[in-house]
């Protein structure tokens, strides 16, 4: 499995197509979500992703403070299958770049609540109340680096 790390700018038209199928293929379709899936914010992302001769397994972004939240950011987190242990490995990656790209001491996402188990194994607390976000269940979620 490759690991890639690359800012907007950096991603060839193959890349960010496939990143952006693979997006729209578990958001839109699979959870029949219509959303605003191309929000702007790609453009301001470094893009994280685990690959294999297949294609891109799973996905992240890392945003910088100010983008999307005072905090370091993480968002559109996505694996093309399940079960295999795809999600734990991008987390960890994303969790580095953050703190290596951004030096975040705190890293902020926004959970869809069916998920907040998974990010609270990856030092994710809950900090609000459950709000809908294109009518899917959500949660505000914090990671303090440990001391």
Same mark, same amino acid.
């Given at each position: ?12 038209? =193959? ?6 199928? %693979? !997006?729209?293929?578990?958001?839109? &379709? +699979?959870? *029949? ?18 690959? =294999? ?6 996905? %992240? !972004?890392?945003?910088?403070?100010? &983008? +999307?939240? *005072? ?77």
């Amino acid at each position: 499995m490759q690991e890639h790390i690359k800012h907007f700018d950096e991603l060839t038209p =193959d890349e960010l197509y496939d990143i952006i199928k %693979l !997006r729209i293929d578990v958001f839109v &379709v +699979e959870q *029949e979500c219509a959303y605003m899936e191309l929000d702007g914010l790609d453009k301001k992302a470094v893009h994280v992703w685990l690959s =294999d001769d297949d294609g891109i397994k799973a996905y %992240l !972004r890392v945003m910088d403070r100010g &983008v +999307e939240h *005072e905090f370091v950011s993480i968002g559109r987190v996505v694996t093309a299958a399940r079960g295999e242990g795809l999600g734990r490995r991008i987390m960890d990656l994303g969790i580095r770049v953050a703190e290596e790209l951004f030096g975040a001491d705190n890293i902020y996402l926004e959970a869809q609540t069916y998920a907040q188990g998974f990010y609270a194994k990856h030092g994710f607390s809950q900090v609000s109340d459950v709000f809908m976000l294109d009518g899917i269940p959500h949660v505000k979620m914090v990671r303090q680096k440990a001391e």
